[in-house]
Structure formats: structure tokens, C-alpha cells
């Protein structure tokens, strides 16, 4: 069964430092997502991006934030700067279509020291 | 505007017994709602939803909800717990207002099952 991939499975930074989060969706899926969850909290909606561009994103995708989907396969989450405040668990997800079902990877582990 | 309320961060069933998980929902548009469960180290993987038509949805691994509009709940059952069943669940909402693209997210409850 198809999934989404995510790498790497932990990350661990000092803070003010560049990360890059990378996502491979499921192939034929045409909408792609960000989400986090810090610890004890709930999962967040960050960003949505379909046609190489984005197309909903909520008030904590500032300008620290970018997406991109450099080829064909992978969608990748920058954090320019990091911040202590943005240590949690960073979800990908892809869907078919808008509307259809999300299909969640596995998440990475971003702990900012 | 949509939010998820989910009662209850941990709930404690006994192996073979009810299991029985509270969600209510608000949205001022019809939703679209599910239920993810995630194990431990692992994703968000989908159990149901539910989108239109039918309001007793049936999901993976015996669960089911029902979607009530006048209640806004879609609680999430399952006649006999399992013990592989324990896990964190979600219960999540989308609608036209976020363009479908916005899946918003209860708290979650971990569910013990106890043998």
C-alpha cells in the first residue's frame, strides 16, 4: 500500500539554525500538508500546497517557514531560524485531491536546543 | 471557524469490553469528520470518516462512529476491545470554510485496554 515518507525520523538543532524536513507524498496525490504537534499538544494544520504553490496556511506559518517541492517526488519544510518553541513532532500528508482523505507519514522528531 | 473536542485524554477499557470515544465538533458549515489512530513512534493512520450520506460509518479493526448533527458528536465505538487496540486516538474536522484543505484536530485520547 502506498505511504508517505518522511526523513529524517529525528532531528536535533541549535537554535537559529536552518532545518529541512523532507517528505515524500504518495505518488499520484496532487495536495500536500504540513502539520506539527508539540508535546501534549494538538496536532496543527501549518500549510497546504497544491500546483507549486500555496494554498491555505495558518497564523503559525510566518515567514520563518517555506515550502517547496524541488522535483517531481519530494516536498520539503525550511525553518529559516529555528526557535526553542519550535521543538515538536513536524506531520506530511498528502491527499488525492481536496476534500479526499490525508494520508499522514510518520512524522519527525525536531528538537531545538 | 471548526473545532474538535474530544472528552476524556485517557480512557481505561477492560480486553473484550466497550469502547466507547467522545468527540463533538463545531463548524458553521457541514463537516467533513474522522478518526485517526496513531501507535506508538508511528503516524496518523486513518480508522473512518465521514463525509456525506450514511451516518453510521464503519472504519478498520471494528470501529464504527456515528455522525449526529443534532448532538454535533461522532463518538467512536467498538463492541470488544482488543488488546492491539491501544493506541492515542484523534478525532479531526474539515469543511468548505478551510477549502477542505484545513483538517482540525481534538487533544486526542489514549485509549488503555486492560486484560
Known amino acids: 500500500e502506498p505511504e508517505v515518507t518522511q526523513t529524517p525520523s529525528h532531528q536535533v538543532t541549535q537554535m537559529g539554525q536552518e532545518v529541512i524536513l523532507h517528505c515524500v507524498p504518495i505518488?499520484?496525490?496532487?495536495?500536500f500538508y504540513w502539520y506539527r504537534q508539540i508535546l501534549g499538544q494538538k496536532v496543527e494544520f501549518l500549510v497546504s500546497?497544491?500546483?507549486?504553490?500555496?494554498?491555505?496556511k495558518s497564523e503559525i506559518f510566518d515567514d520563518q517557514f517555506s515550502v517547496e517541492r524541488p522535483d517531481g517526488s519530494n516536498f520539503t519544510l525550511k525553518i529559516r531560524s529555528t526557535k526553542l518553541e519550535d521543538s515538536a513532532m513536524y506531520f506530511c500528508?498528502?491527499?488525492?485531491?481536496?476534500?479526499?482523505?490525508?494520508?499522514f507519514g510518520p512524522g519527525t522528531r525536531l528538537l531545538v536546543l | 471557524a471548526q473545532s474538535v473536542t474530544q472528552l476524556g485524554s485517557h480512557v481505561s477499557v477492560s480486553e473484550g469490553a466497550l469502547v466507547l470515544l467522545r468527540c463533538n465538533y463545531s463548524?458553521?458549515?457541514?463537516?467533513?469528520l474522522f478518526w485517526y489512530v496513531q501507535y506508538p513512534n508511528q503516524g496518523l493512520q486513518l480508522l473512518l470518516k465521514?463525509?456525506?450520506?450514511?451516518?453510521l460509518v464503519k472504519g478498520i479493526n471494528g470501529f464504527e462512529a456515528e455522525f449526529k448533527k443534532s448532538e454535533t458528536s461522532f463518538h467512536l465505538t467498538k463492541p470488544s476491545a482488543h488488546m492491539s487496540d491501544a493506541a492515542e486516538y484523534f478525532c479531526?474536522?474539515?469543511?468548505?470554510?478551510?477549502?477542505?484543505?484545513?483538517?482540525?484536530f481534538g487533544i486526542g485520547t489514549k485509549l488503555q485496554v486492560i486484560p
Open positions: 500546497f497544491y500546483n507549486n504553490e500555496i494554498s491555505e
Open positions: 500528508a498528502s491527499s488525492a485531491e481536496r476534500g479526499e482523505t490525508q494520508y
Open positions: 463548524s458553521s458549515v457541514p463537516p467533513y
Open positions: 505518488s499520484n496525490h496532487l495536495y
Open positions: 465521514y463525509t456525506t450520506g450514511a451516518t
Open positions: 479531526a474536522v474539515t469543511s468548505n470554510s478551510g477549502g477542505y484543505q484545513k483538517v482540525t
